[in-house]
Each structure stands twice: as C-alpha cells, then as structure tokens.
C-alpha cells in the first residue's frame, strides 16, 4: 500500500536558520501531497500541497516541491521562527483513497 | 474561514463506559473522516464516510466503533465500551473533494482511565 517516511525528529534549530524536513513517499498511482503542522495543544492545520510533478506549494514562508523522480516532497523554509515550534506530517491521498500520513517530525526553535 | 468543529476538546471517561465523540463538517462538504493519534504516535485513519454510509474502514475501526450522520450537520462518532487504549486525540475531517485536502477539526482528546 501507500506509505509516507520522515526524517526523524526532534529537530532543534536556532531561530533564523534552515530548515529542511525530508519526505519521501511510495504509491501505485499519482498522488496529491500535502504537509500538515499541528502545532501544541491544537489538531491539524494544511500547511501547504501539490497535486502534480514540479508543482511547488507555499505558505507561510514554508515549501515543498513535488519530485517524482525522486519520490520526495521536502519542506523547507529559510529563516525559521520560535512560533514555527510544532509537529510537521507529510501526507498523501492517491485518487480516491485516503489520506495516509507520515509518523510526524518535531520541530522546536530556540530563541 | 469555515472551519470544523468538534466537541467536547476533552473527555474523560471510566473504562467499559460509551463516549460520543461530535463534530460539525464544513456544511458543503460532501466526505467525513475519523483519524486518531495516539499520543506521540502517527495520525491513523478510522473511517470515511460518504452519502449517508461508511465508504471505508481500517483495521482499528473494529464492532465497538460506529459512526452516524443524525441530522443535515453533525457526524458523530461512537465508542461502545473503551478501553485503555483507545486513549488518543480523535480528529473529524471533512472534504468537499477527497483529492484537494481535507479541513480537520481540533481534536477531542479522550482519556480513558
């Protein structure tokens, strides 16, 4: 079946530095895909997605570009803030089947 | 933003007790979902429901679970008799279109002792 791996968390970072998470994905057909942050204490919010090959999704400050040569859909975002503190869930749905989530990485900023 | 909703935030209950877990779908949407993270664990999908019936069900979402549609507004979902594990954060989705991306309420947290 489909199945979503992340990159281990927790990941700690300073403010204002880098951030990639890494997201690979297998599936049988042509997904959409999706990056979800749950941030402390409240449930899920869609942060950003992309539905096709090269599409590039944002928000936020965040990105992720849908690779599907590599299989990958890694977030990124160039200066990272404290209130970026939360848990980050890679996603996909193929076509009429639902969602499947990756385990969650953790992401804490310092000040 | 429309938004959905779900209620209560917390439940806590006795072991062997029935809970109803509620939830407000954004009123155009036509697809429900049920999720559940158990704390520190991955988000897993329980049930989707569309046209007034479970489209599909996963594994977990054995005989003690149901799910029901009362009214025009409200999905509901029931637990029977809890258990210890099914301690989690319960999450209601909804979808206007299963491809797009699905607008999740905030969780009920259910704590069962």
């Known amino acids: 079946g489909d199945s979503v791996t992340q990159m281990e968390g927790p990941v700690t970072l300073s403010e204002e530095a880098f951030l990639t998470i890494n997201c690979t994905y297998t599936a049988t057909g042509y997904p959409s895909l999706f990056w979800y942050v749950q941030y402390p204490g409240e449930g899920l919010q869609l942060l950003l997605k992309?539905?096709?090959?090269?599409d590039k999704g944002s928000n936020k400050g965040f990105e992720a570009t849908y690779r599907k040569e590599t299989t990958s859909f890694h977030l990124e975002k160039g200066s990272v803030q404290v209130s970026d503190s939360a848990v980050y869930f890679c996603a996909l749905t193929d076509y009429g089947q639902n969602f499947v989530f990756g385990p969650g990485t953790r992401l804490s900023v310092l000040p | 933003e429309p938004e959905v909703t779900q209620t209560p935030s917390h439940q806590v209950t006795q072991m062997g007790q029935e809970v109803i877990l509620r939830c407000v779908p954004i009123?155009?949407?036509?697809?429900f979902y049920w999720y559940r993270q158990i704390l520190g664990q991955k988000v897993e999908f329980l049930v989707s429901f569309y046209n007034n019936e479970i489209s599909e069900k996963s594994e977990i979402f054995d005989d003690q679970f149901s799910v029901e549609r009362p009214d025009g507004s409200n999905f509901t979902l029931k637990i029977r008799s809890t258990k210890l594990e099914d301690s989690a954060m319960y999450f209601c989705a909804s979808s206007a279109d299963k491809n797009y991306g699905y607008t999740f309420g905030s969780g009920t947290r259910l704590t069962v002792v």
């Open positions: 009123s155009n949407h036509l697809y």
């Open positions: 992309a539905t096709k090959a090269d």
